[in-house]
Protein backbone atom coordinates (compact mmCIF):
# COMPACT_ATOMS: atom_id res chain seq x y z
CA UNK A 1 0.00 0.00 0.00
CA UNK A 2 1.43 3.34 -0.91
CA UNK A 3 0.95 5.42 2.08
CA UNK A 4 3.58 8.02 1.20
CA UNK A 5 1.80 9.78 -1.36
CA UNK A 6 -1.30 10.94 1.38
CA UNK A 7 1.29 13.09 2.65
CA UNK A 8 0.64 16.79 1.83
CA UNK A 9 3.26 18.27 -0.87
CA UNK A 10 5.19 20.26 2.01
CA UNK A 11 6.15 17.10 4.39
CA UNK A 12 7.47 15.40 1.02
CA UNK A 13 9.33 18.36 0.02
CA UNK A 14 11.04 18.76 3.42
CA UNK A 15 11.73 14.31 3.13
CA UNK A 16 13.72 14.62 -0.45
CA UNK A 17 15.39 17.85 1.11
CA UNK A 18 17.76 15.41 2.79
CA UNK A 19 18.45 13.37 -0.04
CA UNK A 20 21.53 13.97 -2.85
CA UNK A 21 19.44 15.82 -5.74
CA UNK A 22 20.48 12.62 -8.19
CA UNK A 23 18.20 10.40 -5.22
CA UNK A 24 15.50 13.02 -5.46
CA UNK A 25 15.12 13.26 -9.28
CA UNK A 26 14.53 9.46 -9.00
CA UNK A 27 11.44 9.80 -7.84
CA UNK A 28 10.04 11.38 -10.84
CA UNK A 29 9.24 7.97 -12.41
CA UNK A 30 6.67 7.30 -9.99
CA UNK A 31 3.92 10.06 -11.08
CA UNK A 32 3.58 13.43 -12.57
CA UNK A 33 3.30 14.48 -9.03
CA UNK A 34 6.80 13.73 -7.78
CA UNK A 35 7.82 15.79 -10.99
CA UNK A 36 6.67 18.79 -9.96
CA UNK A 37 7.46 18.35 -6.19
CA UNK A 38 11.29 18.00 -7.62
CA UNK A 39 11.14 21.07 -9.64
CA UNK A 40 9.81 22.71 -6.35
CA UNK A 41 12.59 21.43 -4.08
CA UNK A 42 14.60 24.46 -2.13
CA UNK A 43 17.90 22.30 -1.37
CA UNK A 44 19.98 20.90 -4.23
CA UNK A 45 23.08 18.26 -3.59
CA UNK A 46 25.22 18.49 -6.76
CA UNK A 47 27.91 15.67 -6.62
CA UNK A 48 29.74 14.76 -9.66
CA UNK A 49 31.07 11.38 -8.43
CA UNK A 50 27.46 10.79 -8.26
CA UNK A 51 26.70 10.32 -11.94
CA UNK A 52 30.29 8.76 -12.86
CA UNK A 53 30.12 5.90 -14.83
CA UNK A 54 34.13 4.54 -15.61
CA UNK A 55 32.97 2.03 -17.61
CA UNK A 56 31.57 3.71 -20.18
CA UNK A 57 32.77 7.47 -19.78
CA UNK A 58 35.95 9.83 -19.82
CA UNK A 59 36.50 11.76 -17.18
CA UNK A 60 36.20 14.92 -19.71
CA UNK A 61 32.59 13.76 -21.37
CA UNK A 62 31.35 12.73 -17.23
CA UNK A 63 32.03 16.48 -16.20
CA UNK A 64 30.04 17.64 -19.37
CA UNK A 65 26.65 15.54 -18.83
CA UNK A 66 26.72 16.28 -14.93
CA UNK A 67 27.28 20.06 -15.95
CA UNK A 68 24.70 19.76 -18.55
CA UNK A 69 22.30 17.98 -15.85
CA UNK A 70 22.78 20.60 -13.56
CA UNK A 71 22.01 23.37 -15.70
CA UNK A 72 18.89 21.38 -16.87
CA UNK A 73 17.49 21.12 -13.22
CA UNK A 74 18.26 24.88 -12.26
CA UNK A 75 16.98 26.19 -15.41
CA UNK A 76 13.42 24.60 -14.92
CA UNK A 77 13.43 25.23 -10.92
CA UNK A 78 11.05 28.63 -11.07
CA UNK A 79 9.79 28.56 -7.61
CA UNK A 80 10.08 28.53 -4.83
CA UNK A 81 13.44 30.41 -4.17
CA UNK A 82 16.76 28.28 -3.86
CA UNK A 83 17.67 28.07 -0.10
CA UNK A 84 20.85 25.35 -0.31
CA UNK A 85 23.04 24.86 -3.14
CA UNK A 86 26.04 22.48 -2.75
CA UNK A 87 28.33 21.56 -5.90
CA UNK A 88 31.10 19.29 -5.90
CA UNK A 89 32.73 18.72 -9.36
CA UNK A 90 35.90 19.01 -11.94
CA UNK A 91 36.40 21.97 -14.06
CA UNK A 92 37.33 22.36 -17.54
CA UNK A 93 39.15 25.39 -18.70
CA UNK A 94 35.33 25.89 -20.85
CA UNK A 95 33.33 25.95 -17.46
CA UNK A 96 33.93 28.99 -15.91
CA UNK A 97 31.19 31.07 -17.52
CA UNK A 98 28.79 27.81 -16.85
CA UNK A 99 29.43 27.36 -12.77
CA UNK A 100 29.05 31.62 -12.83
CA UNK A 101 25.86 31.32 -14.23
CA UNK A 102 24.88 28.22 -11.66
CA UNK A 103 25.63 30.88 -8.95
CA UNK A 104 23.70 33.58 -10.02
CA UNK A 105 20.62 31.51 -11.11
CA UNK A 106 20.83 30.74 -7.21
CA UNK A 107 21.26 33.57 -5.84
CA UNK A 108 18.55 35.16 -4.11
CA UNK A 109 16.92 36.59 -0.78
CA UNK A 110 16.59 33.56 0.74
CA UNK A 111 19.67 31.78 -0.47
CA UNK A 112 21.00 30.33 3.43
CA UNK A 113 24.23 28.04 1.93
CA UNK A 114 26.53 27.97 -0.96
CA UNK A 115 29.13 25.66 -1.33
CA UNK A 116 31.47 24.59 -3.39
CA UNK A 117 33.76 22.19 -4.00
CA UNK A 118 35.91 22.32 -6.99
CA UNK A 119 38.81 20.50 -8.58
CA UNK A 120 40.58 20.98 -11.93
CA UNK A 121 40.89 18.45 -15.21
CA UNK A 122 42.99 20.31 -16.28
CA UNK A 123 46.49 22.93 -15.26
CA UNK A 124 45.06 25.66 -17.65
CA UNK A 125 41.89 26.43 -16.21
CA UNK A 126 41.43 29.84 -14.89
CA UNK A 127 40.07 30.85 -11.94
CA UNK A 128 36.25 31.64 -11.47
CA UNK A 129 35.07 34.58 -10.39
CA UNK A 130 32.90 34.64 -7.31
CA UNK A 131 29.89 37.09 -8.27
CA UNK A 132 29.98 40.49 -5.73
CA UNK A 133 26.36 39.63 -4.76
CA UNK A 134 27.17 36.72 -2.82
CA UNK A 135 29.06 38.66 -0.36
CA UNK A 136 26.00 41.22 -0.25
CA UNK A 137 23.42 38.16 0.44
CA UNK A 138 21.67 39.01 3.44
CA UNK A 139 20.15 35.70 3.93
CA UNK A 140 23.40 33.77 3.61
CA UNK A 141 24.46 31.84 6.71
CA UNK A 142 26.76 29.10 5.45
CA UNK A 143 29.58 29.93 2.74
CA UNK A 144 31.98 27.53 1.60
CA UNK A 145 34.68 28.10 -1.40
CA UNK A 146 36.56 25.34 -1.81
CA UNK A 147 38.90 24.52 -4.99
CA UNK A 148 42.21 26.00 -6.66
CA UNK A 149 39.72 28.23 -9.14
CA UNK A 150 38.02 30.34 -6.81
CA UNK A 151 39.06 34.19 -7.17
CA UNK A 152 37.01 36.58 -5.06
CA UNK A 153 37.07 40.28 -6.78
CA UNK A 154 36.90 43.36 -5.36
CA UNK A 155 33.22 45.06 -4.84
CA UNK A 156 32.33 45.84 -8.77
CA UNK A 157 31.06 49.50 -7.77
CA UNK A 158 31.25 51.77 -4.77
CA UNK A 159 27.71 50.61 -3.70
CA UNK A 160 28.03 47.29 -3.95
CA UNK A 161 29.93 46.78 -0.39
CA UNK A 162 30.27 43.48 1.34
CA UNK A 163 27.24 42.76 3.97
CA UNK A 164 26.55 39.26 5.53
CA UNK A 165 24.37 39.73 8.74
CA UNK A 166 23.22 36.36 8.76
CA UNK A 167 26.20 34.48 8.13
CA UNK A 168 27.82 32.21 10.72
CA UNK A 169 30.01 29.68 9.15
CA UNK A 170 32.62 31.35 6.14
CA UNK A 171 35.21 28.41 4.89
CA UNK A 172 37.74 29.42 2.36
CA UNK A 173 40.07 26.78 1.10
CA UNK A 174 42.80 27.48 -1.41
CA UNK A 175 41.11 30.41 -3.05
CA UNK A 176 42.39 33.45 -4.48
CA UNK A 177 41.67 37.17 -3.22
CA UNK A 178 42.07 40.80 -3.77
CA UNK A 179 45.02 42.57 -1.62
CA UNK A 180 42.84 43.82 1.80
CA UNK A 181 39.88 42.20 0.64
CA UNK A 182 39.92 39.40 3.47
CA UNK A 183 39.90 41.56 5.82
CA UNK A 184 37.17 44.07 4.26
CA UNK A 185 34.63 40.65 4.30
CA UNK A 186 35.51 39.64 7.80
CA UNK A 187 34.63 42.90 9.04
CA UNK A 188 31.24 42.46 7.68
CA UNK A 189 30.80 38.81 9.33
CA UNK A 190 29.17 40.11 12.79
CA UNK A 191 27.24 36.73 13.59
CA UNK A 192 30.23 34.69 12.17
CA UNK A 193 30.80 31.34 14.44
CA UNK A 194 33.09 29.16 12.49
CA UNK A 195 35.40 30.21 10.37
CA UNK A 196 37.84 28.16 8.26
CA UNK A 197 41.02 29.98 6.79
CA UNK A 198 43.18 27.84 4.50
CA UNK A 199 45.82 28.72 2.17
CA UNK A 200 43.97 31.60 1.34
CA UNK A 201 46.86 33.87 -1.63
CA UNK A 202 47.02 37.07 -1.49
CA UNK A 203 48.88 39.44 -3.74
CA UNK A 204 52.56 40.83 -2.40
CA UNK A 205 51.36 43.52 -0.99
CA UNK A 206 51.82 42.90 2.94
CA UNK A 207 48.64 43.06 4.61
CA UNK A 208 47.49 42.46 8.86
CA UNK A 209 44.51 40.01 9.33
CA UNK A 210 42.58 40.44 12.52
CA UNK A 211 40.27 38.10 13.12
CA UNK A 212 38.42 39.27 16.57
CA UNK A 213 34.75 38.34 16.80
CA UNK A 214 33.19 38.04 19.95
CA UNK A 215 30.76 35.55 18.69
CA UNK A 216 33.43 33.10 17.25
CA UNK A 217 33.46 29.51 18.59
CA UNK A 218 35.79 27.57 16.37
CA UNK A 219 38.44 29.02 14.08
CA UNK A 220 40.60 26.84 11.60
CA UNK A 221 43.89 28.26 9.90
CA UNK A 222 46.45 26.96 7.79
CA UNK A 223 48.61 29.83 6.59
CA UNK A 224 49.90 30.49 2.57
CA UNK A 225 50.70 34.07 3.11
CA UNK A 226 53.81 33.74 3.33
CA UNK A 227 55.95 37.00 4.21
CA UNK A 228 52.49 39.30 2.85
CA UNK A 229 51.22 38.55 6.16
CA UNK A 230 52.78 40.91 8.37
CA UNK A 231 50.69 40.67 11.41
CA UNK A 232 48.32 38.14 12.39
CA UNK A 233 45.72 39.09 15.07
CA UNK A 234 43.41 36.83 17.54
CA UNK A 235 40.88 37.97 20.07
CA UNK A 236 38.07 35.56 20.46
CA UNK A 237 36.48 35.50 23.62
CA UNK A 238 33.88 32.86 22.71
CA UNK A 239 35.83 30.46 20.93
CA UNK A 240 35.82 27.44 21.93
CA UNK A 241 37.74 24.92 19.24
CA UNK A 242 41.03 26.03 17.58
CA UNK A 243 43.63 24.84 15.23
CA UNK A 244 45.97 26.88 13.65
CA UNK A 245 49.01 25.86 11.83
CA UNK A 246 51.32 28.83 10.27
CA UNK A 247 54.65 29.01 8.48
CA UNK A 248 58.13 30.19 10.01
CA UNK A 249 58.15 33.45 7.33
CA UNK A 250 54.94 35.39 9.93
CA UNK A 251 56.04 38.62 11.08
CA UNK A 252 54.16 39.21 14.29
CA UNK A 253 51.44 37.06 15.84
CA UNK A 254 49.39 38.63 18.70
CA UNK A 255 46.50 36.60 20.94
CA UNK A 256 44.25 37.37 23.76
CA UNK A 257 41.14 36.56 25.06
CA UNK A 258 41.40 32.38 24.52
CA UNK A 259 40.42 31.31 28.08
CA UNK A 260 37.55 30.05 26.93
CA UNK A 261 39.24 27.54 24.37
CA UNK A 262 37.89 23.21 24.94
CA UNK A 263 40.21 21.64 22.34
CA UNK A 264 43.12 22.98 20.03
CA UNK A 265 45.67 21.78 17.75
CA UNK A 266 48.89 24.22 17.58
CA UNK A 267 51.06 23.57 14.29
CA UNK A 268 53.80 26.50 14.80
CA UNK A 269 57.71 26.67 13.70
CA UNK A 270 58.51 29.68 15.84
CA UNK A 271 59.01 29.58 19.49
CA UNK A 272 58.31 32.79 20.48
CA UNK A 273 54.69 32.35 18.68
CA UNK A 274 54.28 28.95 20.16
CA UNK A 275 55.04 30.14 23.93
CA UNK A 276 52.23 33.07 23.24
CA UNK A 277 48.98 30.64 22.26
CA UNK A 278 50.37 28.17 25.33
CA UNK A 279 49.93 31.23 27.93
CA UNK A 280 46.75 31.85 26.45
CA UNK A 281 45.69 28.17 26.16
CA UNK A 282 46.59 27.65 30.01
CA UNK A 283 43.36 26.27 31.01
CA UNK A 284 42.55 24.38 27.71
CA UNK A 285 41.18 20.52 27.80
CA UNK A 286 42.45 18.87 25.25
CA UNK A 287 45.78 20.04 23.53
CA UNK A 288 47.80 18.52 20.43
CA UNK A 289 50.81 19.68 19.75
CA UNK A 290 52.51 18.89 15.98
CA UNK A 291 55.76 18.73 14.83
CA UNK A 292 56.87 22.06 13.78
CA UNK A 293 56.34 22.85 17.65
CA UNK A 294 58.92 19.52 18.60
CA UNK A 295 61.36 21.22 16.25
CA UNK A 296 61.67 24.29 18.64
CA UNK A 297 59.69 23.54 21.80
CA UNK A 298 62.13 21.65 23.79
CA UNK A 299 64.99 23.97 23.36
CA UNK A 300 62.50 26.19 25.98
CA UNK A 301 63.28 26.42 29.52
CA UNK A 302 60.60 24.53 31.63
CA UNK A 303 59.83 27.66 33.43
CA UNK A 304 58.72 29.59 30.70
CA UNK A 305 55.74 26.72 29.66
CA UNK A 306 52.87 27.36 31.24
CA UNK A 307 51.30 25.03 33.60
CA UNK A 308 47.94 23.66 32.26
CA UNK A 309 45.71 22.79 35.45
CA UNK A 310 42.94 21.78 33.43
CA UNK A 311 44.00 19.52 31.18
CA UNK A 312 42.86 16.38 30.19
CA UNK A 313 44.13 14.76 26.61
CA UNK A 314 47.31 15.62 25.49
CA UNK A 315 49.19 14.47 21.70
CA UNK A 316 52.52 15.13 21.12
CA UNK A 317 53.81 14.60 17.33
CA UNK A 318 57.39 14.23 17.34
CA UNK A 319 60.45 12.82 15.61
CA UNK A 320 61.89 10.86 18.10
CA UNK A 321 61.76 9.52 21.29
CA UNK A 322 62.74 12.99 23.21
CA UNK A 323 62.90 12.22 26.72
CA UNK A 324 63.56 15.82 27.54
CA UNK A 325 60.57 17.23 25.67
CA UNK A 326 57.96 14.83 27.28
CA UNK A 327 59.08 14.80 30.60
CA UNK A 328 58.67 18.64 30.55
CA UNK A 329 55.31 18.83 28.94
CA UNK A 330 54.15 15.68 31.49
CA UNK A 331 55.85 18.10 34.39
CA UNK A 332 53.20 20.77 33.34
CA UNK A 333 50.19 18.42 33.29
CA UNK A 334 49.34 17.63 36.43
CA UNK A 335 45.43 16.71 35.89
CA UNK A 336 46.60 14.60 32.53
CA UNK A 337 44.28 11.22 32.02
CA UNK A 338 45.51 11.04 28.61
CA UNK A 339 48.54 10.74 26.63
CA UNK A 340 49.38 10.54 22.79
CA UNK A 341 52.66 10.42 20.94
CA UNK A 342 52.91 10.19 17.57
CA UNK A 343 56.17 9.51 15.94
CA UNK A 344 56.82 10.50 12.26
CA UNK A 345 60.53 9.87 12.05
CA UNK A 346 61.92 7.35 9.53
CA UNK A 347 65.11 5.19 10.03
CA UNK A 348 67.82 7.98 10.28
CA UNK A 349 65.83 10.13 12.68
CA UNK A 350 65.24 7.72 15.78
CA UNK A 351 67.92 8.34 17.88
CA UNK A 352 66.73 10.75 21.53
CA UNK A 353 68.46 14.47 20.96
CA UNK A 354 69.12 14.39 24.69
CA UNK A 355 70.33 10.88 25.61
CA UNK A 356 72.04 11.90 29.03
CA UNK A 357 68.46 12.11 30.52
CA UNK A 358 66.82 9.10 30.64
CA UNK A 359 63.53 7.94 33.00
CA UNK A 360 65.08 6.07 36.13
CA UNK A 361 63.58 6.37 39.43
CA UNK A 362 65.49 8.97 40.72
CA UNK A 363 64.20 11.70 38.18
CA UNK A 364 61.12 13.02 39.91
CA UNK A 365 57.67 11.52 38.15
CA UNK A 366 54.98 13.63 37.31
CA UNK A 367 51.94 14.11 39.63
CA UNK A 368 49.82 13.35 36.39
CA UNK A 369 51.90 10.14 36.36
CA UNK A 370 51.84 9.04 39.81
CA UNK A 371 47.73 9.63 39.48
CA UNK A 372 45.60 10.73 37.26
CA UNK A 373 47.18 9.19 33.88
CA UNK A 374 45.47 5.91 33.26
CA UNK A 375 45.75 6.27 28.71
CA UNK A 376 48.54 5.68 26.93
CA UNK A 377 48.64 5.93 23.05
CA UNK A 378 51.61 4.96 20.67
CA UNK A 379 51.40 5.58 16.58
CA UNK A 380 53.47 4.40 14.29
CA UNK A 381 56.55 3.67 15.98
CA UNK A 382 58.37 2.66 12.77
CA UNK A 383 61.76 1.22 14.72
CA UNK A 384 62.13 -1.40 17.39
CA UNK A 385 65.03 0.76 18.57
CA UNK A 386 62.04 3.45 19.74
CA UNK A 387 60.46 0.43 21.31
CA UNK A 388 63.75 0.09 23.78
CA UNK A 389 63.44 3.71 24.60
CA UNK A 390 59.63 3.89 25.05
CA UNK A 391 59.31 0.73 27.56
CA UNK A 392 61.32 1.41 30.15
CA UNK A 393 60.28 4.98 30.82
CA UNK A 394 56.56 4.15 31.29
CA UNK A 395 56.87 0.16 32.34
CA UNK A 396 59.46 -0.05 34.90
CA UNK A 397 57.30 2.58 37.46
CA UNK A 398 54.76 1.31 39.68
CA UNK A 399 51.91 3.09 38.04
CA UNK A 400 48.38 1.89 37.38
CA UNK A 401 47.69 2.14 33.36
CA UNK A 402 44.13 1.05 32.67
CA UNK A 403 44.07 0.94 28.94
CA UNK A 404 47.64 1.25 26.65
CA UNK A 405 46.69 1.56 22.98
CA UNK A 406 49.30 0.44 20.44
CA UNK A 407 49.32 1.37 16.51
CA UNK A 408 52.44 0.20 15.42
CA UNK A 409 53.62 0.81 11.03
CA UNK A 410 56.08 -2.20 10.40
CA UNK A 411 58.04 -3.79 7.79
CA UNK A 412 57.13 -7.22 8.82
CA UNK A 413 54.87 -9.32 10.83
CA UNK A 414 58.04 -10.97 12.62
CA UNK A 415 59.01 -7.67 13.90
CA UNK A 416 56.50 -7.44 16.21
CA UNK A 417 56.60 -11.10 17.31
CA UNK A 418 60.32 -9.94 18.20
CA UNK A 419 59.41 -7.15 19.87
CA UNK A 420 56.23 -8.33 21.75
CA UNK A 421 57.62 -9.24 24.65
CA UNK A 422 58.67 -5.18 25.43
CA UNK A 423 55.10 -5.13 27.25
CA UNK A 424 55.58 -8.10 29.48
CA UNK A 425 56.43 -5.39 31.57
CA UNK A 426 53.18 -3.43 31.38
CA UNK A 427 51.03 -3.73 34.77
CA UNK A 428 48.85 -6.65 34.46
CA UNK A 429 45.69 -4.86 34.90
CA UNK A 430 46.47 -2.67 31.88
CA UNK A 431 44.26 -3.46 28.70
CA UNK A 432 46.69 -3.93 25.96
CA UNK A 433 45.27 -3.15 22.13
CA UNK A 434 47.13 -3.35 18.72
CA UNK A 435 46.99 -2.32 15.63
CA UNK A 436 49.46 -3.47 13.34
CA UNK A 437 50.17 -2.36 9.61
CA UNK A 438 52.93 -3.26 7.89
CA UNK A 439 54.98 -1.04 5.05
CA UNK A 440 57.05 -1.49 2.10
CA UNK A 441 58.74 1.58 2.08
CA UNK A 442 62.22 3.21 2.83
Known amino acids: MDRISDLPDCILLHILSFLPTKTAFLTTVLSRRWTHLCHDLQHFYFDQNQFRNRNTWSDFSANKRFLAIVNWILSRHKAPPIRTFRLTCDLNPSDESTLEWFIIKVLGPNLEELNLQLSSILCSVSRVAIPNGIFSCTSLVTLRLNGVHVRIPSPSAPSCRYHLPSLKTLQLYDVKISDGNLEEILSHCTALETLILGYVRQSFVKVQLSICFPSLKSLHFKSYFG ?43 KQSFVLEFLVELCRIRILELGLSVFDCLPEVPPHRIPEFTCLRT ?129
Open 314 to 442: LELTVRCFDTRYIMNMLQKCPMLKLLAIVFTARQYLITDPHPSRKWDHSVKVPTCLASHLKVLKSRDMLNPEMIEIFSPMFFNMDLFWSHLIFRWIIRELKDFQKNYPFCQGAPRRAKLTFAICTYNGG
Open 227 to 269: ETLRLLVIDTPSLKRLDIQVELWFHEIRVRNLHNVEDARINIS
